[in-house]
């Protein structure tokens, strides 16, 4: 069976791009069932979730476990093709996505939780374990992941290492790098490296979960982690603050770090996205209408916290012009899909251009006054949707309406441009992935991305694993 494919107005026959003997290869090692070539089978791994990145791969190939890995890419090397490893596929910066006709290697069926370590709280998994899989796994020892995002039906754990994921949690337990405590991977020649001990303290030398955490796909495959866990407190509160002004929920943000030791997540609805969520969801604003910015604030612990949090709201006095408190489950859900669902509604308003980026405390304010008369100087048709992790600076621009299906490199262009010159980073938490590639030189110097340059050859010499990732192509 032959398919075709269009790639940038191009028309392709992908099959033919396979030899004969290195598809009987990859049907050998993985099955023919879960070697996927029919476009129809294709196309949920060739394109990305906001519909942004289109694709396309002569083969998609499901490997069950490491050693199957290890074969698919050591067939891939001989036969001089490029591989994109993927997970959930839930990535936003298209670093998942076969742009350049690359096969894809899938870790779906990698799904197996080894036994919770409850005496060290840690466990081993695969890396195509769900987040959700791997929440529900621990979470009967009184454990939890501590990373948690919204994606967290779809997302692995490779691809949250791969792209060194942060979300909801960051504020308590740090972004996907501060998890890890052991890794296994396979490198670009097929060879398995596999340190899954996990020690606290192991100084033998280089680190490679740090390595890896954040490298996209672009140095190793990973196929097992080693996860640190975290007693999960008992007691839960939640709070939805509204604000007058941006900069009044950035001073509180503060405030409210250093008031609150069992603070767990600070997250930050801006005025378009509340507008925007409250339709989706068929809800009013719960408080506030009319305000510049809501604050969802969660605090857990082992003793009651509602006191604590009470206190440290009242505190923030006339700063927060409202606030509704969830006590239990329901209520505290009923706050939480104003946050959790946004991306689901910016989703049904058509193909966002989505731009993740941190500011630093004192430049927030400015930032997200700013930004949306900047775009639409560029574009004036573009409307800015914006919220995200104000506990981290960490916010995401998304921008509706901007010039077609096709990358608005101007609005992209402005917009990281003016991130980095307050001292901001691209990319809080999704990555570089091909969406930013040619904007990396705004945040890392020559000699840092000369030595991205250096590590990238060294472990990859022939640029198997996501070529066309991460790595500007001056550099590559
Ligand atoms: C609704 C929604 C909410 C989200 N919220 C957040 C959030 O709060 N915080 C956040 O950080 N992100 C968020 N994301 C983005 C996304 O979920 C994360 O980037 C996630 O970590 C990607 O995991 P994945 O398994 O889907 O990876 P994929 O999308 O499949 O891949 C992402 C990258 O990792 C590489 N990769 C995947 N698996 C492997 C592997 N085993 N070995 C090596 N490389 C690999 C890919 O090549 C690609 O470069 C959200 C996405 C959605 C759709």
């Not at 910066?93 to 005496?119: K, N, Q, W, Y």
């Amino acid at each position: 069976m032959c398919s075709s494919s269009v790639i940038y107005g191009r028309k392709v026959d992908l099959i033919a791009m396979l030899d004969t003997t290195v598809i009987q290869e990859f049907q050998r090692i993985v099955g023919t069932n879960h070697a996927l070539q029919e476009e129809a089978l294709t196309t949920s791994y060739t394109t990305d979730w906001t519909g942004r990145f289109k694709g396309a791969s002569p083969m998609v190939l499901r490997p069950a476990n490491t050693s199957q890995v290890s074969e698919l890419v050591k067939v891939a090397l001989s036969a001089g093709l490029s591989i994109v490893p993927q997970g959930g596929n839930t990535g936003l910066v298209g670093g998942s996505i076969p742009l350049h006709e690359e096969i894809v290697i899938s870790t779906l069926r990698m799904d197996h939780c080894d036994p919770v370590d409850a005496l060290a709280q840690q466990v081993t998994v695969d890396s195509g374990v769900t987040l959700a899989q791997a929440q529900t796994h621990v979470s009967p020892f009184d454990l939890e992941i501590g990373v948690d995002l919204a994606a967290r039906d779809s997302c692995t754990i490779g691809g949250m290492i791969a792209t060194n994921a942060g979300g909801i949690n960051v504020v308590r337990y740090g972004p996907m790098r501060d998890q890890l405590l052991g890794i296994e991977a396979v490198l670009s020649d097929g060879s398995v490296i596999s340190h899954l001990e996990g020690l606290e303290k192991d100084n033998t030398g280089y680190n490679f979960p740090g390595l890896l955490a954040g490298s996209e796909g672009t140095l190793a495959i990973i196929t097992k982690a080693r996860l640190r866990l975290h007693p999960r407190p008992s007691e839960r509160c939640s709070a939805m603050i509204a604000f007058k002004t941006v900069d009044d929920a950035v001073v509180a943000t503060s405030q409210l770090r250093r008031a609150l030791p069992a603070l767990q997540a600070v997250e930050v609805i801006f005025s378009e996205a509340m507008s925007l969520v409250s339709n989706h969801i068929g809800a009013s604003v719960p408080v506030g209408a009319g305000s510049q910015a809501w604050l969802i604030v969660e605090v857990a612990a082992n003793t009651d916290p509602t006191d604590e949090l009470a206190h440290a709201i009242d505190d923030l006095g006339p700063l927060a012009v409202d606030v509704a408190v969830g006590l239990d489950t329901a209520t505290r859900n009923g706050l939480w899909q104003y946050r959790e669902k946004i991306t689901e509604a910016i989703a049904t308003q058509g193909t966002p251009h989505k731009l993740d980026v941190t500011l630093g405390a004192s430049r927030l304010s400015e930032f997200v006054t700013e930004v949306p008369a900047l775009i639409s100087r560029v574009d004036g048709q573009a409307t800015t949707v914006m919220f995200g992790h104000l506990g981290d600076g960490n916010v995401h621009v998304n921008i509706l309406g901007a010039g077609g299906d096709e990358p608005n490199e101007g609005v992209d262009d402005v917009v990281l441009n003016y991130v980095a010159q307050l001292g901001g980073s691209i990319s809080a938490e999704h990555g570089i992935g091909t969406a930013k590639r040619e904007f990396l030189h705004l945040n890392r110097s020559e000699a840092e991305l000369a030595a991205f340059r250096a590590i990238k050859k060294g472990l990859d010499p022939r640029g198997v694993l996501n070529p066309n990732v991460l790595i500007p192509p001056e550099y590559s």
